[in-house]
């Protein structure tokens, strides 16, 4: 395979590797350590800002590498959820989701550094939290720190949520659909040059 060819997931992220690996597209993982923190307010425009952020930092080490960098956030009655900081934010986090709706938003970013092309793009899911006791918070609460809003649709011992409308693989973190769409748009560029 040509070096222009290669595809960098910037991300360590076990579900995002595992989604990636269902598309048969050859990879490479590279983790992206950038900051996450923003005034974005918008999540749409916060979420593909993140990715871009991933997937620029490893592009500027490999620029004939296509990068996939990918951010998500949860947010409910307005507030923005990212990663929770400690056990004690993880439980905020569950208490606020606790019984309500509210939505995942992912951006995915592809950028190929030397021709300075990026695409980008945003899914949203609504997903509906379960309203469990207190205690079932506590047991909760602190499981899944790496993780937006501190829960994990995915794990099948998480009773957390109870309904998704939406795409799944981008409650999870990688909306195959828009990562697909990534893909042929770079193709489509590079038979264009």
């Not at 997931?9 to 990636?20: D, E, V």
Request: glycine share 6%; aromatic share 4%.
């Amino acid at each position: 395979m040509k070096a222009e060819r290669t595809l960098v997931l910037a991300s360590q992220s076990p579900q995002r590797l595992k989604l990636l690996k269902s598309l048969r597209v050859p990879f490479r993982v590279i983790p992206a350590r950038v900051s996450e923190r923003s005034r974005e307010k918008d999540p749409r425009k916060l979420v593909r800002l993140l990715a871009l952020r991933k997937a620029s930092a490893i592009g500027r080490r490999h620029p004939d590498a296509l990068v996939l960098g990918a951010d998500t956030i949860v947010v409910c009655r307005g507030r923005i959820l990212g990663k929770p900081k400690n056990r004690r934010d993880g439980r905020l986090m569950l208490d606020l989701l606790n019984g309500r709706w509210h939505r995942v938003y992912t951006g995915v970013a592809l950028v190929h550094r030397r021709s300075r092309t990026a695409w980008l793009e945003a899914a949203v899911s609504r997903v509906k939290a379960r309203l469990l006791t207190s205690e079932a918070l506590d047991r909760l609460a602190g499981k899944h720190p790496d993780k937006a809003g501190g829960y994990a649709v995915q794990d099948h011992h998480d009773p957390f949520i109870e309904k998704v409308v939406g795409a799944m693989d981008n409650v999870i973190g990688l909306p195959l659909a828009n990562v697909r769409s990534l893909i042929r748009k770079a193709a489509r560029h590079r038979s264009s040059r």
